[in-house]
C-alpha cells in the first residue's frame, strides 16, 4: 500500500511538471510585450527597460523563465500584479472563499445525488425513477448560468429567500446559493451513475446470496449494494472537486464572489500573465491532488483492487 | 480391451485432451445456419432501440435541430434586420417570439442561433473522436513504451481543468469563429475519448479473433483497424454522443462570457449574455435561446443514453 502511494506520488511529478508548462506556454507565448505596455505612450528609457527585463527574467529564453517560475511556485514568490500586490497574497485571499464554495457545492451534490440515486435505482423503471432521470438529463442540458439566472430571478428576487449576490467576504447564507448553482451539473451526474449502479449491483449475485442468509433490507442496503455502488461515484467526486474550482469561474462572476475564478477571470481580460499562471497552477495542484487522492482511497472501498 | 479412445502418445498438435466426437454436442454446432447472416451488436441493439419511445423522440429532436442549422429558411421567413423602435417589443403578428432590446426578432435569433451551435458541436467532437481514438488505441494496441509515454501525455491535458484551458486560450486568440472553438474545445476535451479508447481496445486486444488473425499474417496496423477498433467502437460511439451535447454547452458559455463566438454571428450563448443584459426590464427574452439550446444539448444526451442501454446486453434483459 505505502508503495503503491509512494509510486503514485511519483508519478505526479511529470503531470505537474507538464500541465504548468503547458499553461505557462499558453500564457506567455500570447503576442505583445508587457514591457513595453509598462511604458505607456511616452516608452520607457532603454536602461529602465533593460533593468526590468533583467528583473523579471525576461531576457532569457523561455524554458529558463519557465524554470524560474518553477523555483517561484516552491518558494511562495510568484511576483506581484500590475497594482503591486504579491500574487501570494491574492491567492490566500481568493483561495478560502472558493475553496468553501466548492466545497459546498461537494456535500450538496454528493449527499442529494447519492440519496436520489439510490432510491431510483432501487425503483428502476418506475415513475419516480424515470421522472428523476428526465430532469437529471434537463439539468445537465441547461448551461449553468442560466440555471444562475433563474435562481437568482425566483428565489433571490422574487422570494427573497437567498441573497442575490455575495461580495466580498461571503458567509455561508449567501454562498448557498452559488453552491447549488454549481452544482446542479454534478448532481445530475452523480444522480445517474449512482442509479446505474445501484440497480446493476442490486440484481448481484451476492444481493441474493445476503438476503438469502436473513441480512436485513437496510443491511444489504448500506454494507453490498451501497458500498460496491460508490466505487465509480468516488472517481467522479474526485474529478469532480477540481472541475468545480475551475467552473466556479462562471459561477463567481455571476454572483459576484471574488473568489479564486472571479479574480482569474479579471485577471485573463486584463491580460495579467503572472497572476493568471500563478492561480491556474493552484488549481492545478488541486486537480492533482483530487486524484491522487481518490486512487489512495480506492482501497477502502474495493478490496479487490490490489496495490502491487 | 485395451480404451484406445483416449490415447497415450499425442499426435502433434494434439498434445492436451481432446474429447472423442460422441461426447462433444456437435449436433448443435451443425444446427447453426450458416446462411443466415450473424447477428451482431448493432443489429440487435437497433432491435431494442426501435421499441423505444425514447429513441424517436430523440432522433426526431436531432434532425430538427439539424434542419434548423442547415436550412433556417424552413422555419423563418423573418427579416434578419433589427428595428431599434420595436425594442423589447412583446409578440405580435409575425413575430411570435418578441424582440429583444436591440429590436431584433427573438424568433428569427433563436432558430439561427442552431447553427453556430450545431457547427461547433459537430466539429469539436470529429476532431476529440479522431485525435483520441487514434492515442487511446496506439497507446492499448502496442503497449509498452508507447503506453506509458501517451498516458501520461494524456494525463497531463486531463490535469488542467477542461473550462479553465478553453477560457485562457480564447481570450488570446483575436479572430474568433466556429472553427477556432471547435479546435480549442478539442485540445483539451479529447483525454475521456483517449482513455475510454484505450480501456477497450485492451479489452478486445487479446481475443481469439484478434490471434487468428495474427496467424493468418495480417499486419498490426490493419488488425487494429479491421478487427480490434470496431469491436471497441461501441463505448466510443456513446461517448462522444454525449460528448457533443456538453461542447455545445461549453461554446455556449464561451460566448456568454464574451470569448467565444464573436457578436457578428448569430448564437445561443451570445443571446443569451446579450439577454442578461436585460434581465431587470424583460427576462422573458432568456427564455428562448436558453430553451432552444436546452432542447438541442438535451436531444444528443438522450441519444446516448438510449444507444449505450442498447449496446448494453445486461441492461437489455431487465
Known sequence: ?308 | MPDNRYEKTPRPGQEHFVAPPEDVQVGVVDAVDVSEAPSSLWQEAWRDMRHRPLFWVSAALIVFVILMAVVPGLFTSASPKCVLTDSLGGPTQGHIFGFDKQGCDLYYRAIHGARASVTVGVLSTIFVVVLGTLIGSVAGYFGGWFDTILSRFTDIFFAVPFVLAAIVIMSLLQDRNEVVVAVVLATFGWTSIARITRGAVLGVKNNEFVTAAKALGMGRLAILGKHVLPNAAAPIIVYATVALGTFIVAEATLSFLGIGLPSTTISWGGDLAKAQEAIRVAPEIMIYPATALAITVLSFIMMGDVVRDALDPKARKR
Open chain 1, 1 to 308: 500500500m505505502l508503495w503503491y502511494i509512494g509510486r503514485r506520488l511519483l508519478q505526479v511529478i511529470p503531470v505537474f511538471l507538464g500541465a504548468t508548462l503547458l499553461l505557462y506556454g499558453l500564457v506567455f507565448l500570447r503576442p505583445g510585450d508587457p514591457v513595453a505596455a509598462l511604458g505607456g505612450e511616452r516608452g520607457l528609457s532603454p536602461a529602465a527597460e533593460l533593468a526590468i527585463r533583467e528583473a523579471y527574467h525576461l531576457d532569457q529564453p523561455f524554458f529558463m523563465q519557465y524554470l524560474y517560475f518553477l523555483k517561484g511556485v516552491f518558494t511562495f514568490d510568484m511576483g506581484v500584479t500590475f497594482t503591486g500586490r504579491p500574487v501570494v497574497e491574492v491567492i490566500a485571499q481568493a483561495f478560502p472563499v472558493t475553496f468553501q464554495l466548492a466545497l459546498m457545492a461537494l456535500v450538496i451534490e454528493t449527499v442529494f445525488g447519492i440519496a436520489f440515486g439510490l432510491w431510483a435505482g432501487v425503483r428502476k423503471g418506475k415513475l419516480f425513477d424515470s421522472t428523476v432521470l428526465l430532469w437529471s438529463l434537463l439539468l445537465i442540458s441547461v448551461p449553468t448560468f442560466v440555471i444562475g439566472f433563474v435562481l437568482q430571478a425566483v428565489v433571490g428576487v422574487q422570494l427573497g429567500w437567498l441573497p442575490i449576490t455575495a461580495g466580498r467576504d461571503p458567509d455561508f447564507i449567501s454562498l448557498l446559493m452559488p453552491a447549488i448553482v454549481l452544482a446542479t451539473t454534478s448532481f445530475a451526474y452523480i444522480l445517474r451513475l449512482t442509479r446505474t449502479s445501484v440497480a446493476e449491483n442490486i440484481t448481484a449475485d451476492f444481493v441474493r446470496t445476503a438476503r438469502a442468509k436473513g441480512l436485513p433490507r437496510g443491511k444489504i442496503m448500506t454494507r453490498h449494494v451501497l458500498r460496491n455502488s460508490l466505487i465509480p461515484v468516488v472517481t467522479f467526486i474526485g474529478i469532480d472537486l477540481g472541475n468545480l474550482m475551475a467552473g466556479s469561474i462562471v459561477t463567481e462572476g455571476i454572483f459576484n464572489i471574488n473568489g479564486v475564478g472571479g479574480t482569474l477571470f479579471q485577471a485573463i481580460t486584463r491580460g495579467e500573465n503572472v497572476t493568471v499562471v500563478s492561480l491556474s497552477t493552484v488549481l492545478v495542484v488541486v486537480y492533482i491532488f483530487a486524484n491522487l487522492i481518490v486512487d489512495v482511497f480506492y482501497a477502502v472501498l474495493d478490496p479487490r483492487i490490489r496495490y502491487a
